[in-house]
Every structure is written in C-alpha cells, then in structure tokens.
C-alpha cells in the first residue's frame, strides 16, 4: 500500500487529470480509480473493472501518466490494473460474472474521503447535515427515509457515504450498500436481460434487500425508465417493512422528479425531505481552509478570498481551483498569491474555465453542424434529429456561455427552464455512452473557440 506522499501526489495527479479531462469522462472512468502502489517512478493504478480497465488504458493512459508525472515532478510510468477494491463510488456491477453467493460484505461502495470529520457545515446545508447525523444515531427510526436534493457538486453524494460511515463505525456488522441509481438500473436490466434471468434476478433483490441501510444516490435518474421505478418501489418496501434504513438523494425534491410514480413520490416524501443550497461565501471559505490544510498546505487569507469569490455554484469546481492552484504554485515555484492562483485557473482550458461564449455563436454552430436551421432550433418541431441538436445548443449554453436556465430555454424559443435542465442532463449522460456525441460537442467547441 502507497504511504502518505504518493497518495497526496496521486490526489494532485486526479486535480490535474480533472482539469485535462471533461468532467463527465472524469467521472465515469477515474472517479473510482485509486493509487493501488506507489514505487520509483512507477504508480499503479486501480479501476474497478476489466471493461474500465480497458477504456483508461487504451484512451487514457497517456494523460494519466502526464498527470501522474506533473504531480510528481518528473517521469514517472503508470500501469493500470483492475483492482475490485477500487470501488469508492459505484458499487460492484452485477455484470461481474463471477457468482456472488454469500450475503454482501458489510459496506459496499463507501469512499474514505467522503466522512462527517470532512463535511464542513454552514448556513446552507446544516439542516441536511444535521438530518444525516439523526439518521445514524437511530437507523430506520429518526427518518426514514432521508431523502436529500439539491444542485450538482452542494455535497448530496457526500452525505450518503458519510452516513454510511458513521452507521459502519457504531456497528460494524452494519451491511451498508452505497449505489447510484443509475447502477441500480443498469443491474436490474442485466438481472432480467440475461438468460438464466431466474438465479440473477434473485442474486439482484437479494443483493440489494438484505442489508440494513441502503443509500441510492441520483434518483432522478428514475425518470427513465418505468422497470426501474418497479424495483425501487418494491425493494423500499421490503426494507422499510423490516425497520432497515433508507436514505435517498436527487436534484430535484420528489414532488419535481419527471415521471415519478405517485406511489413512490409519497413514500420518498414519507421521512425527512432535506434541501442542500448553494454555499454562502464563509462555508466557500472554510472548505477551500478544510481542503488546503488536509493536503498540508497553508492558504492565505487573501488567496482563499479570491478563489471563493471566482467560484461560487459548485464545490467540485471550487475543490479542482483550489488542486490547480496548489499544484501550479508548486511546480512554478511562484508563492501563494491571489496572482498566482488568478494566474493558474486563467490556463485553463475552453473545457473547464470557458470564457463565456455568446449564445448567438453557440446556436449558429449548433445548427450548423447538424444541418438544421436555425429557425427548426429555436422552433416547435419535435422530430428527433431537430431534438437532439436543440439539445446539445442547451447543453453546450449551459456550460459554455453565461446564460441561466430560464435564459436558455427563453434563447431556444420561449421553453421552459425545466425543459432547458431536462436536455442539459441527458446530453450530460449520453456523453457518456456515446464517443459520437462527444465528438459533436468537440468539434463545435472547437468551432466556438475560434471565433472567441
Ligand atoms: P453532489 O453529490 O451534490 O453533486 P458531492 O457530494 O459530490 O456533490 O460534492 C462535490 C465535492 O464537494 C465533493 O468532493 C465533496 O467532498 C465536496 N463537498 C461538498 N460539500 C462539502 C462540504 N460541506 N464540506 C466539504 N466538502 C464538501
Ligand atoms: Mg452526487
């Protein structure tokens, strides 16, 4: 096992490679990736599965080892190995062939980092706060279940694992499963798509209703599909009857989730409802001091202020200034200064700090590209090829422009904000399946810059 240093260089090598790597591809393939060992000049590195494996090696690992080697301050080679420990944030997949026969190990899926000593509490999340902390004291008893929605990067999935946790360290024969909802489908549709659907489809419902706290994150992603919703009604009730734990997250309250069953909206709604909001600029502060000092770094006052005034939305982006500051101070041996950190962030490239683009370009592009009009983009046709490219122009004003929600779905003729929030996250998840749409976006991106 890697000691300290290697794993404060493998932290900064995942900064750096967050930066280099649009967000959604950082998610799918390095959110579960760890140092697995750390020897001169070689760091090895574990992904969960053969098939991520595969993706980071064959796509990725020139940037890895760049990442790996900027941190460290010289050459260094990375092998990537699968390494089932490698499972911070998404459960084993049930794809995994080799057969699961004895109950599920005590907890499953919960990353180290994500604890209550790391969670630092202010105006606007301390009542979800204080809510998870209830949830522990009395599993199944305070509320059940806790259902927690806010905004990306305000902390939701943080909290689940932190009860996961803490419910662990008071019991340690606590079986806690942490899954994200979208794992959750994903196994339930392998469960009932494969041919001995009979012994996994059993090995699914035992898998997920025998433990004793069960933490779904991202239920939104429900939406999609009906089988889904199901399984999710049927294994809430089989874990609530038996007084388990149930603790739920989402972007939006139950009330606001497309498509919800009525059935399992009232029973999501049947515990605590807890709402996470965006960060005032004191908890801004006190988490860029809470990060900086767990990597052993002294932040200044002054170079704090600046980096909670530029970030403001979203404490992944804040958490990734303040690596790319660090780091960047570091390897230019420059001091910590609002400068240098002003400096280091203005590097960045067109795909985490954009300037914002005007939305004008974004549309002309867009449809450009797709060979629709802009009149189509910005009118009521439904047909799909015009749905899709009004829905990358959403996704891409979302985060490339300045716009707002309502401003975008006003830009795209007169929608909604929840029609414009709707097409910004299924763009955000295909991309994540789909290297064709990723080229799309990159291509017009690069047709953006351009003009910018
Ligand atoms: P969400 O699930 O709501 O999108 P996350 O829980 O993934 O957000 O949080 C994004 C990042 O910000 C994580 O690295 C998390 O550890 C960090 N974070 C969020 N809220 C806090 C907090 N109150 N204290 C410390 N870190 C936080
Ligand atoms: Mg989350």
Redesign the pocket.
């Known amino acids: 096992m890697a000691e300290a240093l290697p794993n404060r260089t493998w932290e900064a090598a995942l900064g750096v490679l967050q930066l280099e790597v649009p967000k959604a591809e950082y998610l799918a393939w390095f959110q579960g990736a760890r140092l697995v060992e750390a020897s001169d000049g070689e760091f090895v590195v574990g992904v969960p599965t053969v098939f991520a494996k595969e993706i980071v090696d064959r796509r990725y690992r020139d940037v890895v080892t760049r990442a790996a080697s900027k941190a460290s301050g010289r050459d260094v080679a990375v092998t990537i190995v699968v390494s089932p420990a490698a499972t911070p944030v998404t459960a084993p997949a049930l794809a995994d062939p080799a057969p699961r026969a004895s109950a599920p190990s005590p907890s499953v899926g919960l990353h180290p980092?994500?604890t209550f000593e790391?969670?630092?509490?202010?105006t606007s999340?301390r009542l979800a706060h204080a809510a998870a902390l209830r949830v522990c004291e009395a599993p199944g008893h305070a509320y059940n279940p806790l259902f927690i929605y806010?905004g990306?990067?305000?902390?939701?999935?943080?909290?689940l694992h932190a009860i996961g946790h803490a419910i662990v360290a008071r019991d340690p024969d606590a079986r806690v499963l942490y899954v994200p909802c979208e794992t959750f489908t994903n196994d339930l549709l392998h469960s009932i798509r494969t041919e001995d659907r009979g012994a996994r489809a059993r090995r699914f419902r035992e898998r997920y209703r025998s433990v004793d706290v069960l933490l779904i994150?991202d239920v939104e992603f429900l939406s999609r599909t009906e089988t889904s919703q199901e399984e999710v009604f049927h294994t809430f009730n089989a874990l609530y009857s038996q007084g388990r734990q149930i603790v739920l997250?989402s972007d939006q309250p139950p009330s606001e989730i497309p498509r919800l069953f009525a059935r399992l909206r009232s029973r999501f709604e049947s515990g605590l409802v807890a709402d996470?909001q965006a960060p005032d600029l004191d908890?801004r502060r006190a988490?860029l001091e809470?990060i900086a000092a767990s990597e052993g770094a002294q932040l200044p006052s002054d170079v704090a202020d600046f980096l909670a005034h530029r970030v403001r939305r979203n404490?992944?982006e804040?958490?990734g200034a303040l690596r790319r500051t660090l780091i960047y101070a570091e390897l230019s041996g420059l001091p910590l200064t609002p400068d240098t950190a002003a400096r280091a962030l203005d590097g960045l490239g067109a795909a985490s700090h954009p300037r914002p683009i005007a939305a004008r370009h974004v549309l002309d592009r867009t449809a450009a590209h797709f060979s629709v009009t802009l009149d189509d983009l910005t009118g009521s046709r439904r047909d799909a090829p015009t749905a899709y490219a009004r829905q990358v122009a959403m996704y891409l004003l979302r985060n490339d422009s300045s716009l707002s929600l309502p401003e975008i779905g006003r830009t795209l003729g007169g929608r909604d904000h929840t029609t414009a929030l709707h097409g910004c996250r299924k763009i955000e998840r295909l991309i994540q399946l789909d290297d064709r749409l990723k080229n799309h976006i990159e291509t017009i991106r690069a047709q953006l810059a351009d003009i910018a």
């Open positions: 980092r994500l790391r969670f630092v509490v202010g999340n806010s990306v990067g305000l902390g939701k999935t943080h909290l994150d997250s996470l908890l988490i809470t404490m992944r804040l958490e």
